[in-house]
Every structure is written in C-alpha cells, then in structure tokens.
Nanobody, 123 residues
Framework: QVQPVESGGGLVQAGGSLRLSCAIS????????MGWFRQAPGKEREFVAG????????YYADSVKNRFTISRDNAKNTVYLQMNSLKPEDTAVYYC????????????????WGQGTQVTVSS
C-alpha cells in the first residue's frame, strides 16, 4: 500500500508560519492528487487543502483560504502546505493523503493516508 509520510510539524507562535511536507513511501506522487486534512482534539477530521496531479487545480477550506497554500513539486516527489498567519485554532494533527484518481477534489475520496504530524499554535 502507498503510505504518505508527513514532516515539518511543530510548535509555532500565533501569527507565525510553518511549512509541512509530504512524500509517499513507494513510487512517486506524480499521478496522485494530494491533500491535507486535520483533526483537532474533540473534533472531526476536516479537509484543509487539495491539489490535482499536475497542480492545475487547487481546493481550500474556507477557514484557511488566503492563509494556507498547497503546492507540489513532482520532480522532488513532495507536496507542501505553507501555513501563514497561524492561529491557535489551527492546532491539530495534520494528515497528508493521496487520491489515486488524481483530482485532489475534496468531494472525491482519498485512498491513502499518512500517520499525521502535530501542529501546535500558541498564543
């Protein structure tokens, strides 16, 4: 099974920035749509951002629009989530996921999931 692997989580002050990275354990990400989800304590997992296989389409949750940017570098086999203007409510475990059909559309299903990386935003 394809296994996304996240990195870059940590502790940051409110208003700061953090960049998460994701690769997959086998093959390359080049044919997959990729996305980021998050889950805070006591809350359901929610979609954050998605990107199609060549980056031609992107999708964002309203809560992160204009603050977060998803991008990909297929040559480096990496997808990124650049998080700016972080708020305490962004605190969550962030999960990287892969969509085998390539769209990255959050209305479509994602097939492979990482173990998550903790992002904590302090005030």
């Amino acid at each position: 099974q394809v296994q996304p692997v996240e990195s870059g989580g940590g502790l940051v002050q409110a208003g700061g920035s953090l960049r998460l990275s994701c690769a997959i354990s086998r093959g390359t990400i080049s044919t997959y749509g990729m996305g980021w989800f998050r889950q805070a304590p006591g809350k359901e997992r929610e979609f954050v951002a998605g990107i199609s296989w060549r980056g031609q389409s992107t999708y964002y949750a309203d809560s992160v629009k204009n603050r977060f940017t998803i991008s990909r570098d297929n040559a480096k086999n990496t997808v990124y989530l650049q998080m700016n203007s972080l708020k305490p409510e962004d605190t969550a475990v962030y999960y990287c996921a892969a969509d085998q059909y390539g769209s990255g559309d959050p209305t479509e299903g994602y097939d492979y999931w990482g173990q998550g990386t903790q992002v904590t935003v302090s005030s």
